[in-house]
């Protein structure tokens, strides 16, 4: 059963010659958490005010609940936007903060104030609705700009980067505060961030953009372990890059050649290969073991650098033949002393830890 209900269909975008949005074309699902996530200008705002109908495209269409809104201005879509700096207006109260647009649908004064109290509920903020604008923290400030989104009862919350302005704490707790909502009143949330960390423990799926293309969608998990291309690889997280060469296929195994790893082998994967066909290889920092005695199969290092970042630290090593020194994370607590620069250790790097990256 198909279950889209917001259907981007081949949509590209320009402004003069610059093309913000290359030919997107995907779906999102009713109730989904979705997140168009990316570095600055690779076209993630521009592809939701083309949602929201701030802007308009050049190809494509774009359909919500089944219908065509390409065409429709903001107040003819069933969607609702919160932006980066709230937009909450500094004259009203949080009271008439909210209700600004219900006041457009000349509701009853009691269903009005119905609504408000029940959107103040909602963000847990019982009590502050006739607390000023400027008498609010932060965060209240955000939850004010959420309901007064949310209050108009939308088919789909867009939101640009909302808790850019919060500090880190504060941010983290309206992260979970966020999804808990979107939950709590089931409609599907389009978000965009920059903040990789912020996707991963946000979202439902994830969209990669880069230089107004969608790279990759998928969930968070397969996001992080199985990126399609070096490019979201190195967006995502930290990852170490290896290049070889395939050496010989034995049964489903390949064996590839890791230059200062030595011989690897690997599991097959669908792509058809021929010895000697270059190989690039993809680790994250946590996968590889660290140890300061040998191992079997272990690679010999130096610790050139070390940061300690309280339950885990984060280890640059340089190996031979190699210019790059490897990045390493390890979970503290098991030496006291941590690890310092100059000292040797041994680095393993388990078979299936490692990702092939496509197109090599």
Known sequence: MDDSYIEIENVTKRFGGVIAVDRADFKIRRGEFFSLLGPSGCGKTTLLRLLAGFEFPDAGEIYIDGNDVTGLPPDKRPTNMVFQSYAIFPHLDVFDNIAYGLRRERLARAE????????????????????KADQLSGGQRQRVALARALVCRPKVLLLDEPLGALDKRLRESMQLELRQLQKSVGITFVFVTHDQEEALSMSDRVAVMSAGRVLQIAEPRALYERPNCREVADFIGTMNFFEGTLAAVEADKLVVNAGALGYVRLAADTQTRKTDDPIALAIRPERISLSTEPGEGATRGMIAASAYLGERSHLNVLIEGRAEPVAVAVQNGARHGGYRAGEAVYLGFPPDAFVILPGY
């Open 112 to 131: 009005l104030s119905a609504r408000v109290e029940d959107a103040l509920s909602l963000i847990k903020l019982e009590g502050f609705g006739r607390r």
